[in-house]
């Protein structure tokens, strides 16, 4: 479907805007980028890592309740980061500062997507859990971090809500004729909440895996040599979806791509067992990972 003469000069206008929308994001605070700089060292101390987080005492505390949820069975209460770090390590460590850091922007209403308080968490920390759980499943996959790009996957629909409030008319009407609601989203404005949110991550320095995985988490197919994050992402993320977790607003087909089903080398019958597990998952993890 091409947009008439009409609609393009509208359509580089409101990209425009989404772009300087995207240039004035919030920065990720500092300690978050030094400790995934960390990452790529060894043997670093844990007193290296508290002296990082010791400046922001509101993310110290948030990093705290999620370090005590659940999810991450610590099988005694944490008071301090220094315990943190040494009963989680400093990987699984990380991806809970990212996630408190998100929490707060990720908890709030989302304009245009109809996802009230909470929902975009809800359903981010759900694909999270149903990502991790997958990896456990498929003992022959092997990857690096999913729980992260998975819990970030959305994080475009910050930037690109209001937007979608204002075009949702002419976005619905294309979506409407059977085309994939973040296609319909990219003929309207431009660009997609993928692709918006893979933007907000490089401009937060992320790793070009995540970066990728966020990028690609609704059409993985298109990548020819893309790691199994990405592939994971969009599974986790469509499985949830089907299981009625997620955005009103996009499409809830849960026929999953047979590209992606055979890298992961998952058959279509597999799927629908899976399928029918991920509402018992995402009730068990997702309820365990938040700050009530």
């Known amino acids: 479907m091409e947009l008439s003469k009409e609609e393009r000069p509208a359509k580089?206008?409101?990209?425009?805007?989404?772009?300087?929308?995207?240039?004035?994001?919030?920065?990720?605070?500092?300690?978050?980028?030094?400790?995934?700089?960390?990452?790529?060292?060894?043997?670093?101390?844990?007193?290296?890592?508290?002296?990082?987080?010791?400046?922001?005492?509101?993310?110290?505390?948030?990093?705290?309740k999620l370090s005590n949820s659940a999810y991450f069975g610590i099988p005694s209460k944490v008071g301090t980061l220094k315990h943190a770090v040494m009963f989680l390590g400093l990987k699984r460590f990380t991806q809970i500062v990212v996630a408190a850091c998100v929490s707060d922007n990720m908890d709030r209403t989302i304009e245009g997507y109809d996802l009230p308080p909470g929902e975009l968490w809800r359903h981010s920390i759900a694909v999270s859990s149903t990502a991790e759980a997958l990896v456990k499943l498929k003992k022959n996959i092997t990857t690096m971090d999913v729980f992260t790009p998975a819990l970030l996957h959305d994080m475009g629909k910050l930037v690109l809500g209001t937007f979608v409030k204002k075009e949702f008319h002419n976005i619905k009407k294309i979506a409407a004729q059977g085309v994939p609601f973040e296609v319909a989203e990219n003929m309207v404005l431009g660009t997609d909440h993928a692709e918006i949110g893979a933007q907000i991550l490089a401009h937060w320095s992320f790793p070009s895996d995540v970066i990728d995985a966020v990028r690609w988490h609704h059409n993985?197919?298109?990548?020819?040599?893309?790691?199994?994050?990405t592939e994971i992402v969009y599974l986790s993320n469509l499985l949830c979806?089907?299981?009625?977790?997620?955005?009103?607003?996009e499409s809830k087909s849960i026929i999953p791509s047979t590209v992606v089903l055979n890298r992961l080398g998952i058959k279509l019958d597999e799927y629908e067992i899976i399928l029918n597990k991920v509402s018992i998952w995402m009730n068990k993890l997702a309820d365990s990972l938040t700050f009530d």
């Open 241 to 249: 979806q089907a299981c009625g977790n997620g955005d009103s607003a």
């Open 12 to 64: 580089n206008d409101i990209l425009g805007k989404i772009m300087l929308k995207v240039s004035s994001f919030p920065s990720m605070p500092q300690a978050v980028v030094k400790l995934m700089a960390l990452l790529e060292q060894k043997d670093i101390a844990i007193d290296e890592i508290t002296r990082i987080m010791r400046h922001d005492p509101g993310l110290t505390a948030n990093v705290l």
């Open 220 to 229: 993985p197919e298109r990548i020819k040599n893309s790691k199994m994050q």
